[in-house]
């Protein structure tokens, strides 16, 4: 499905269906002999959702190698996610630690935060994302008795609509320093929408507030096409396990500001942490080929405003 100014999504479809894969990643991980994360509603969520082929990665009855790297990833892909969830889980006890009791989880798919971290008492979580999302994952985690561990907002608003009006409607208060994250979001954001994004977050954040988010996967145009064949190439993988989602349809390959320095240009404060840095950080395989060569420079970024 082509991407349009005002296309929606569930779990199951378009950008959704790439927040259950995620999922799947944080299942199999938590599942692992030596585990970087804890999970314990990312199987569930994905059942949940149940496209048949998510629901047997997420379970462990097919494996990834089983499907093919080129259309998984393998254990790379595994290991990814798992960084990328520490990665945002220690930003958020960074963040209450030194005492901020407001986050923001944009675009928050089956994030699941705000019921398995251990959040400071008075801390309010607000999570932003499509309508159908929302409402799919409070129902869902309702269903399993799940209690959030801290007091969760559901925001269901799209990101390109007044969002900033829906969240302070929801109780927030922009004068209180407030902990962001916008995970694996960029991509998902054409140029002019990455910079609205991060204009609009700068000014509803107060001094203290800090920011966690990735760059955006920027290539030339011949790194490009690799990666759109390769992509091709896991969305026929997948179809005929009865899995419908073409990627390249759903990513903005275009070219854009670095967000670490338009961050600067805004005012913040800004620390980048390769992926390469992080993976060997955790005792783990360095990036071992073309493919995944490329996400190696790709920075995790931690921002705050003095």
Known sequence: MTRTDDDTWDPASSVGATATMIAVARAIATNADRPLINDPFAEPLVRAVGIDLLI??????????????HATGGKWMIDNIAVRTKFYDDFFRDATTAGI?????????????????????????YEIDQPGVIEFKTHALADMDAEPTAERRAVAIDLRREWPTA?????????????????????????????????????????????????????????????????????ETWRQRGFDLD??????????????????????????????ELFAAQGLPPFDDDDTSRFAGRHYISATLP
């Open 101 to 125: 009791r407001q986050a923001v989880i944009l675009a928050s798919g089956l994030d699941t935060r705000a019921y398995r971290l251990a959040w400071p008492s008075g801390t309010v979580v």
């Open 167 to 235: 969240l302070k409607d929801a109780g927030f208060d922009p004068a209180r320093p407030t902990a962001w994250s916008a995970e694996g979001l960029l991509s998902y954001l054409s140029p002019q929408a990455q910079d609205r994004l991060l204009d609009t977050i700068t000014a509803l954040s107060a001094p203290g507030s800090r920011l966690a988010t990735q760059s955006a996967l920027v290539l030339d145009p011949v790194d490009e096409e690799k990666k759109r064949k390769r992509m091709q190439s896991a969305t």
């Open 56 to 69: 047997q990665l997420a379970s462990g009855a097919v494996r990834p190698e089983d499907v093919g790297e």
């Open 247 to 276: 990627l390249t349809e759903l990513i903005y390959f275009d070219e854009r500001h670095d967000a670490a320095s338009y961050l600067v240009g805004n005012g913040w404060q800004v620390t980048r942490s390769a992926a390469k």
